[in-house]
């Protein structure tokens, strides 16, 4: 009989259902679920750069989304359902109560934006990160190292000091922090008690500051000298972590029910989505993956002997065992890109928002399309103007989110399409700075890998991106590598494959297009680079 497993991803906007046959390898069924609240805008406040889930939309849309894809099976083929992986953004994390509860699932917080998941891109704890820097850099052991010497406010424990911090309100019910990725598997097997839960190697390692040459996160008193306010909370949390090719325990009565789906099937432990989308590519050792779309995340793997205890800064983290078992898992990233190119659309299209043209939206899909179609048309001179990618703050290297956005070399002569260039070429250019550095301190890449949203419909982008990092890129086929990972990872915590190396062989997708640099532009690049380093 055959096998199948599904994988579930949880993006910025919507949760994403992939249903896989292990045997022929076969993309069964997929579904898509927006989350209803943040669809609606609720909880968030762009000019404070506060952005925030309910829990309620992570359980709403699991549920449509597993319902969405066993509807279109026979009750025979989902009896063969063996296995759900998850994966999720990150860091998103959230206070729960002693129980393990999400603060908002409590009746006297539902409204609460302190009380609910904090998303990725939320940077309100920028103060907090500040002084998790200061104070590990004075502390007899540097609990930073791991995470490039810098930690982030995008992060687990800045977002969650900044809840206590922000709102007394929440303080008496609040016990511990949890990612979300971690959340989802805990709530599925009942595994809810903070220090039961089967957590993250690849969260804890990346964005909770755990290692195991230190016994997992820093010591209490650290974060007791940070604020008292945190006493308690790392002791709280199992100090052990898990590789994502493990099972976090058995789907629950409760929610085989709820999902339509078979009782005690494996839930593999939770992971990182753009770890999963690596996985999901065919990532192996000294390959990128770059997952491009609202913002990236490229995540490396390396043989632990290529760096010899060197630990690289001005990364996001590099763990044993984040990505693949027995492999060092690297991790950077812009902290925006395809929002960049949105942030254009959205100026161009204000007018629109206080007419009444019909078809809004249609007309703001075009503006895109048409300013690919004329910047493709314009020609490259070193006279060009030059803009940062940092509209969102910087990721990587050494990240810093109070960082904002430059454009310089605009005239009253600029057109839209060169100011839409100008910023394709930033969002390369920090591609390129991601690179040199880490080529620069040792780490071979002997691939580039393209997945997500912008690589499968920009060639425009991905062409420029190619010219500028002046390195081949191929595109992955699967337009759900993030799912397609969290179903690999499926099947090997359900024993259908023995490693995560075996279920890539079985399942994984194949090259869709390929990019190879333009050598004709390489030198005028090279020049508007150093014009690009010069906001640095």
């Not at 910023?423 to 991601?434: H, M, N, Q, R």
Request: glycine share 8%.
């Amino acid at each position: 009989m055959d096998k199948l497993v599904i994988g579930i991803d949880y993006g910025t906007d919507s949760c994403r259902a992939l249903l896989i046959d292990t045997t022929s390898g076969k993309e069964v069924a997929t579904y898509t679920s927006f989350y209803p609240r943040w669809k609606k805008g609720l909880y968030c406040n762009a000019s404070r750069n506060q952005y925030r889930q309910h829990p309620q939309d992570y359980i709403d849309s699991l549920e449509e989304v597993v319902r969405g894809v066993t509807k279109q099976l026979t009750p025979e083929e989902v009896d063969e359902i063996v296995a759900i992986g998850i994966d999720t953004t990150g860091s998103t994390p959230c206070l729960t109560n002693r129980d393990g509860t999400p603060l908002a699932l409590i009746p006297e917080h539902a409204e609460n934006p302190n009380a609910m998941f904090f998303l990725w891109k939320d940077h309100t704890s920028i103060n907090e990160a500040n002084e998790i820097n200061d104070l590990s850099r004075k502390w007899e052991i540097d609990y930073t190292s791991r995470s490039g010497g810098i930690y982030s406010s995008e992060w687990f424990w800045a977002k969650g000091l900044h809840a206590l911090r922000e709102d007394t309100s929440i303080r008496e019910d609040a016990f511990a922090i949890i990612e979300h990725c971690d959340w989802m598997p805990a709530l599925l097997t009942g595994n809810l008690k903070p220090e039961e839960v089967k957590r993250s190697r690849c969260a804890a390692g990346h964005k909770a500051m755990w290692a195991q040459e230190w016994g997992g996160y820093p010591a209490q008193n650290f974060f007791f000298q940070l604020d008292p306010l945190l006493n308690g909370f790392a002791n709280n949390l199992n100090a052990k972590t898990y590789t994502s090719d493990n099972s976090a325990g058995k789907l629950t009565y409760e929610w085989s029910e709820r999902l339509g789906l078979p009782v005690g099937i494996d839930v593999a432990v939770g992971i990182i989505d753009a770890h999963a989308g690596a996985i999901g590519a065919g990532i192996k050792a000294n390959t990128m993956v770059k997952i491009i779309g609202t913002s990236t995340c490229d995540i490396i793997v390396t043989p632990k002997s290529d760096l010899k205890n060197k630990f690289i800064p001005g990364i996001s983290g590099q763990v044993d065992g984040s990505v693949i078992p027995d492999l060092i898992g690297l991790e950077a990233g812009q902290s925006a890109f395809g929002d960049i190119y949105a942030w254009l659309r959205d100026i161009l299209s204000w007018s629109l928002s206080i007419s009444e043209i019909k078809d809004q939206k249609l007309i703001e899909d075009k503006i895109l399309v048409k300013l690919t179609e004329e910047a493709e048309k314009l020609s490259l001179t070193d006279k060009d103007l030059i803009a940062n990618d940092w509209f969102n703050g910087r990721r990587t290297p050494f990240a810093d989110q109070s960082l904002k956005g430059g454009i310089v070399g605009l005239t009253l002569g600029t057109t839209p399409a060169e100011l839409f260039r100008g910023l394709v070429e930033a969002t390369a250019f920090g591609s390129k700075a991601i690179l040199d550095h880490l080529r620069n301190e040792g780490v071979t890449i002997t691939e580039i890998i393209g997945v997500g949203g912008i690589s499968v419909k920009s060639s425009y982008v991905m062409q420029t991106l190619t010219d500028i990092m002046n390195v081949p890129i191929s595109v992955a086929a699967t337009k759900q590598a993030g799912a397609l990972g969290a179903a690999m990872l499926a099947a090997t915590a359900a024993n259908v494959f023995k490693t995560i190396e075996e279920a890539q062989e079985a399942l994984g997708s194949r090259r869709l297009l390929d990019y190879k640099p333009n050598k004709a532009k390489e030198v005028i690049y090279l020049d508007k680079y150093e014009k690009y380093k010069s906001f640095f």
